[in-house]
């Protein structure tokens, strides 16, 4: 139902998500890997908080971003993937307009958190490799807690406006969303009005989120490399690069879907189904999340070590050493 403003602006009572159009009658069979990896993800990341808040051998830097990262995937995946069980299970596809630009900003939000987050382990990783001896007086904990407010206002900062853009714009094209969540331009293209501003808007934010981190990022293992490179030890060489493992297949896990996801849907309209488009939206939210507190667990020794202890029984868990 639409609800006039003023003569020129329609504002909708309320949106209807769709699901994933065309593939209705499978949606019961969708939400049960979307829910077994949602219950992976909170599980494990909620997990992997609770073992950084607790072992004192994993009160370093690099784990103080692990656990700035399990926070921001946990956020990220809550903003969707409830209220995509919801459609699939009870068909509650209706939501507000405030609710639909509040889980829009979360989204936005999140995502662009998550992509700093990354950004700033790969430099947590470029001082721990190229500067062994002052990484404990480079990263301290006032450093860590400024970066990690400073990325957070970033993405808040950068993405009010969406909402604010979103807000203004007149609809006169129904109401109904093919999506499982209120994605930016999924709700803008409701709109009869001009949506450059929004289209142009969202891919400046992207540049300037993805394009700044993935810069820094390069940079980073760059000069990782010159260095692990210049050592004259295998054993040094191989030592450096596996604390460096799981970051990498962090960062192929989330940019690797977010290049995907984005390009197709703007290059790939008229070859790629929409069905597809809307499922990848959805991976590319739940996947990183789940597979990230798997990766670190396997990867990295001392979260391995603090996970088998735990499940040995020992009573031992704190003041043990890397």
């Known amino acids: 139902m639409l609800i006039m403003l003023n003569k020129t602006n329609w504002t909708p009572a309320s949106f209807i998500l769709s699901g994933v159009p065309g593939l209705e009658d499978i949606h019961m069979w969708i939400s049960f890997p979307f829910c077994s990896m949602y219950v992976v993800a ?3 990341n909620c997990g992997l908080l609770y073992l950084i808040r607790y072992e004192d051998s994993l009160h370093r830097p690099m784990y103080y971003f692990l656990a700035l990262l399990s926070l921001t995937d946990i956020a990220m995946c809550s ?23 509040v889980q829009m900003f979360f989204i936005h939000t999140f995502t662009g958190m998550d992509s700093g987050v990354l950004m700033l382990m790969a430099l947590d990783r470029y001082v721990a490799i190229c500067y062994p001896l002052r990484y404990s007086t480079i990263l301290t904990n006032p450093v860590i807690a400024k970066v990690g407010l400073a990325t957070f206002l970033r ?7 969406f909402t604010v853009l979103t ?6 094209r129904g109401n109904i969303i093919p999506h499982t969540y ?12 001009n949506v450059k501003v929004n289209a142009i808007y969202g891919l400046t934010v992207a540049l300037l989120i993805g394009g700044f ?7 980073s293992y760059t000069m990782i490399l010159r260095a692990v490179l ?24 989330s940019y690797s879907l977010a290049f995907f996801s984005f390009f197709s849907h703007r290059f790939g309209g008229h070859t790629i189904p929409p069905s597809c488009h809307i499922i990848v ?16 667990g396997v990867k990295t020794k001392q979260i391995r070590d603090c996970v088998i202890r735990i499940l040995s029984g020992s009573k031992d868990i704190k003041h043990q050493g890397v």
């Open 155 to 161: 993405a808040v900062l950068l993405i009010i406006p």
């Open 281 to 296: 939206a959805n991976i590319y939210l739940l996947l990183p999340p789940t597979m990230n507190p798997i990766v670190y």
């Open 42 to 44: 909170m599980v494990g």
């Open 79 to 101: 903003s969707t993937i409830p209220k995509a069980l919801c459609i699939f299970w009870f068909h509650l596809k209706e939501i507000s307009f405030g609710e639909c630009l």
């Open 213 to 219: 981190d993935i810069l820094c990022i390069t940079i």
């Open 182 to 193: 209120c994605d930016h331009m999924s709700v803008a293209k409701l709109s009869c009005g």
């Open 230 to 253: 210049s050592l004259s030890s295998a054993d040094a060489r191989q030592k450096a690069f596996s604390t460096c493992t799981a970051h990498i297949c962090t960062i192929v896990f």
């Open 167 to 172: 807000k203004k714009l007149p609809y006169c």
